[in-house]
């Protein structure tokens, strides 16, 4: 039986997919911040589509509510935050985590996020507010003003090599998957910090799975640094990351940062036996 996508967690035969599915999900997929606004043919090559098809699936998606258009360019449209808004209802990872993170917040005044891995990017699926890490300034007498990095906001997606939490993530690997993944995608250079080489890359990895922590320093923006711990189940599975973001200034401190460490360290030792 022939099977489609033999790299897909969940392969099945070509008889029982759905390719206008597919198609029309592609074409979502090809909107992100470096193109929120599409025509036809900059869709039809980034969904590897023929302009005929891509055509089709973007009329569909517009006449669906998905897509915005003013007849030549189109644009997601709020219709889609119905998909994310109810996976974040109702899945159980973000609801199971986000006591744990306001609580880090309230107690360290620093931001918090919970991340998984989707193929080449990383995807925050709970994160501490804002309004939660302010809170905690007149209890604490600390007037520091939290770290705000661009972009780190709940369902945001950030390259995977270049993050404390997709470095967690990807030395949780078994080899072969990591060789896999190594071998499928590039380590494009975000700023001047940020390791490129593929040698290199492995040895961070390799830190990583000795250390059980990541620390990457304006590696994705310049003025951020993040550190990084995993987030296992009951069985030793890697399911998540946790992590910290703060300035240089922060975590550059010994003693901060190896305070921060033991904290996020307890909280997911906690969260073990509900993961």
């Given at each position: 039986?022939?099977?489609?996508?033999?790299?897909?967690?969940?392969?099945?035969?070509?008889?029982?997919?759905?390719?206008?599915?597919?198609?029309?999900?592609?074409?979502?997929?090809?909107?992100?911040?470096?193109?929120?606004?599409?025509?036809?043919?900059?869709?039809?090559?980034?969904?590897?589509?023929?302009?005929?098809?891509?055509?089709?699936?973007?009329?569909?998606?517009?006449?669906?509510?998905?897509?915005?258009?003013?007849?030549?360019?189109?644009?997601?449209?709020?219709?889609?935050?119905?998909?994310?808004?109810?996976?974040?209802?109702?899945?159980?990872?973000?609801?199971?985590?986000?006591?744990?993170?306001?609580?880090?917040?309230?107690?360290?005044?620093?931001?918090?996020?919970?991340v998984v891995l989707d193929e080449r990017e990383v995807?925050?699926?709970?994160?501490?507010?804002?309004?939660?890490?302010?809170?905690?300034?007149?209890?604490?007498?600390?007037?520091?003003?939290?770290?705000?990095?661009?972009?780190?906001?709940?369902?945001?997606?950030?390259?995977?090599?270049?993050?404390?939490?997709?470095?967690?993530?990807?030395?949780?690997?078994?080899?072969?998957?990591?060789?896999?993944?190594?071998?499928?995608?590039?380590?494009?250079?975000?700023?001047?910090?940020?390791?490129?080489?593929?040698?290199?890359?492995?040895?961070?990895?390799?830190?990583?799975?000795?250390?059980?922590?990541?620390?990457?320093?304006?590696?994705?923006?310049?003025?951020?640094?993040?550190?990084?711990?995993?987030?296992?189940?009951?069985?030793?599975?890697?399911?998540?990351?946790?992590?910290?973001?703060?300035?240089?200034?922060?975590?550059?401190?010994?003693?901060?940062?190896?305070?921060?460490?033991?904290?996020?360290?307890?909280?997911a030792m906690e969260l073990r036996g509900s993961l």
């Amino acid at each position: 039986m022939t099977r489609l996508d033999s790299a897909s967690p969940f392969p099945i035969a070509k008889a029982d997919m759905i390719e206008g599915l597919a198609k029309g999900l592609a074409v979502l997929e090809s909107f992100d911040t470096e193109r929120q606004r599409l025509n036809i043919t900059l869709a039809a090559s980034r969904a590897g589509l023929s302009r005929a098809a891509a055509r089709r699936q973007l009329l569909t998606l517009t006449h669906l509510g998905y897509l915005e258009t003013d007849g030549s360019h189109y644009w997601l449209s709020p219709r889609v935050l119905r998909l994310s808004g109810s996976y974040l209802a109702s899945a159980r990872l973000p609801r199971l985590l986000q006591p744990t993170l306001n609580r880090l917040a309230v107690q360290t005044r620093e931001w918090f996020s919970a991340v998984v891995l989707d193929e080449r990017e990383v995807v925050i699926v709970a994160r501490s507010g804002f309004v939660d890490a302010l809170s905690s300034a007149s209890a604490t007498g600390d007037t520091r003003p939290p770290l705000r990095a661009y972009g780190l906001h709940l369902g945001a997606r950030l390259p995977a090599h270049a993050t404390s939490t997709g470095r967690v993530l990807l030395a949780a690997m078994e080899p072969a998957a990591l060789d896999h993944w190594l071998a499928a995608q590039r380590l494009p250079r975000l700023t001047p910090r940020t390791t490129t080489d593929p040698a290199q890359f492995r040895a961070l990895l390799d830190a990583v799975r000795r250390d059980d922590y990541c620390v990457a320093s304006e590696e994705h923006e310049a003025g951020v640094m993040a550190m990084a711990v995993p987030l296992r189940n009951m069985h030793g599975h890697t399911v998540a990351a946790l992590n910290v973001v703060a300035t240089p200034a922060r975590l550059q401190r010994a003693a901060a940062r190896r305070e921060l460490l033991a904290t996020m360290a307890e909280a997911a030792m906690e969260l073990r036996g509900s993961l």
